[in-house]
């Protein structure tokens, strides 16, 4: 166990729902990332919390929103889904913003759309 | 793209041979960090190097880095069938925290 719990594990949704995944980062961390894995688009980072502000954001879609509530727990929703979103999503946590430690990753939600 | 290389892709060694996998990036950074994924798994984190470190070890593993070829290798010694996985290099750019992760070099070490 990592420290990093993600609810839920599997997730099995049709086209043009919306799904909310969810995080809790290791004790301690104040820092959240959202990273989706797909076969051919490898790790991609999607967005960044700290301590509940948006700090970076990298490939994330219009149609995904995420935050980070004051128990320093993330939610990650995607909307409107479509077959091609279907991939692992990870929860990481670090420590504080420097760039000095590594990340603490979750076991992922493996999100299957159909 | 900030996004390292992983190289090979995929690398098949028998059990007690080293393995040497090889990372190439496009950015400065501050530290470079390889990760390990079994498969369907969480990433774990292996080990970090800054920017101003040629070489790090940590039990059989060996961490080299080269910023003026923006490049690192990880060097698994004497393998065991359980370090069959898929191995990734992750940069931290100086611009911000997150890191950007290659596509991985996948192990497997026959027993």
């Known amino acids: 166990d990592s420290g990093v719990t993600q609810t839920p594990k599997h997730l099995i949704t049709a086209t043009g729902q919306r799904v909310t995944l969810r995080c809790s980062p290791r004790?301690?961390?104040?820092?959240v990332y959202w990273y989706q894995q797909s076969l051919d688009q490898g790790l991609q980072f999607l967005i960044q919390?700290?301590?509940?502000?948006?700090?970076a954001k990298g490939n994330i879609l219009e149609r995904f929103s995420a935050q980070q509530f004051p128990d320093l727990h993330s939610e990650l929703n995607l909307s409107s889904l479509e077959l091609g979103d279907s991939a692992l999503y990870f929860c990481?946590?670090?420590?504080?913003?420097?760039?000095?430690?590594?990340?603490?990753f979750g076991s992922g939600t493996r999100l299957t759309v159909v | 793209s900030q996004q390292g290389e992983e190289d090979p892709q995929a690398l098949s060694i028998q059990e007690g041979e080293n393995a040497t996998m090889n990372c190439s990036y496009k950015?400065?950074?501050?530290?470079l960090q390889w990760y390990r994924q079994n498969s369907g798994r969480g990433l774990v984190h292996l080990i970090l190097?800054?920017?101003?470190?040629r070489e790090k070890h940590s039990g059989r593993l060996r961490v080299t880095l080269d910023t003026s070829k923006k490049s690192s290798s990880l060097l698994i010694t004497a393998s065991r069938a359980a370090d069959t996985a898929s191995y990734f290099c992750?940069?931290?750019?100086?611009?911000?925290?997150?890191?950007?992760f290659g596509t991985g070099t996948s192990l497997t070490v026959i027993p």
């Open positions: 992750a940069t931290g750019s100086n611009t911000g925290n997150q890191f950007y």
């Open positions: 190097i800054r920017s101003n470190e």
């Open positions: 950015t400065s950074i501050n530290n």
């Open positions: 004790s301690g961390d104040l820092s």
């Open positions: 919390y700290y301590n509940g502000e948006e700090r």
């Open positions: 990481a946590s670090s420590v504080d913003l420097t760039e000095y430690y590594g990340y603490t």
